[in-house]
């Protein structure tokens, strides 16, 4: 069973760049047909796909946070990572890293089926 | 970019049945994941196209037609007290993944 673990700053100043790694264990980020993502939720609000990235380097980024977001793996420590510039108090919010699984026959990971514990974020001078 | 509308919330009392809607345009041709989330925890995927994955009870099913996917809690009980999310892949907008809104099951 894969766990994954999320860890970075607590505070980020406004303007600055956040910055998360997701810890993979029980299995190997390099694994054929896993995808692993962040999404993040802000206080008592609802859930947003920021980005997904194949250990190969393939990225797929929401197009309302692409110029904004970079994401990278690092397959020697079986770690990804998240960098959000420009950020503002609108990015408060809890970031999970989760993986997604292509199953058989499909043409893509469709669905979220492992999630970190998250972490939150707080934008503030 | 594609949207998926849920109710707020939802109160129902134990033992009756809970059916949590998700709309989205034409969402009946395209699979639906369901989530629950308890307080301060990580959502878990209770219905993964109509299908559940392996240790979710048989209380939880899935329905999607047309404009409207319907995730439904038989025989509920306070342990189902969540948020529940749906969830979309958009093949159309850059491989995106899209939620829904949020439901807030109480069980009364």
């Known amino acids: 069973q894969v766990q994954l673990q999320e860890s970075g700053p607590g505070l980020v100043k406004p303007s600055e760049t956040l910055s998360l790694t997701c810890s993979v264990s029980?299995?190997?980020?390099?694994?054929?047909?896993?995808?692993w993502a962040w999404i993040r939720q802000p206080p008592e609000k609802g859930l947003e796909w920021i980005g997904s990235?194949?250990?190969?380097?393939?990225?797929y980024y929401n197009p309302s946070l692409r110029s904004r977001v970079t994401m990278s793996v690092d397959t020697s420590k079986n770690h990804f990572s998240l960098r959000l510039s420009s950020v503002t108090a609108s990015d408060t919010a809890v970031y999970f890293c989760?993986?997604?699984?292509?199953?058989?026959?499909?043409?893509?990971?469709?669905?979220?089926?492992?999630w970190g514990q998250g972490t939150l974020v707080t934008v503030s001078s | 970019s594609y949207v998926l509308t849920q109710p707020p919330s939802l109160s129902v009392a134990p033992g009756q049945t809970a059916s949590i809607t998700c709309g989205g345009n034409?969402?009946?041709?395209?699979?639906v994941y369901w989530y629950q989330q308890k307080p301060g925890q990580a959502p878990v995927v209770v219905n993964v196209?109509?299908d559940r994955p392996s240790g979710i009870p048989e209380r939880f099913s899935g329905s999607n037609s047309e404009n409207t996917a319907t995730l439904t809690i038989s025989r509920v009980e306070p342990g189902d007290e969540a948020d529940y999310f749906c969830?979309?892949?958009?093949?159309?907008?850059?491989?995106?993944?899209?939620f829904g809104t949020g439901t807030k099951v109480t069980v009364l």
């Open positions: 969830q979309v892949w958009d093949s159309t907008s850059d491989h995106s993944y899209v």
């Open positions: 196209d109509r």
């Open positions: 029980g299995g190997s980020i390099s694994t054929s047909g896993n995808y």
């Open positions: 990235i194949y250990y190969r380097g393939s990225t």
């Open positions: 989760a993986r997604l699984e292509l199953l058989p026959g499909a043409i893509f990971p469709y669905y979220f089926d492992s």
């Open positions: 034409n969402i009946g041709s395209k699979n």
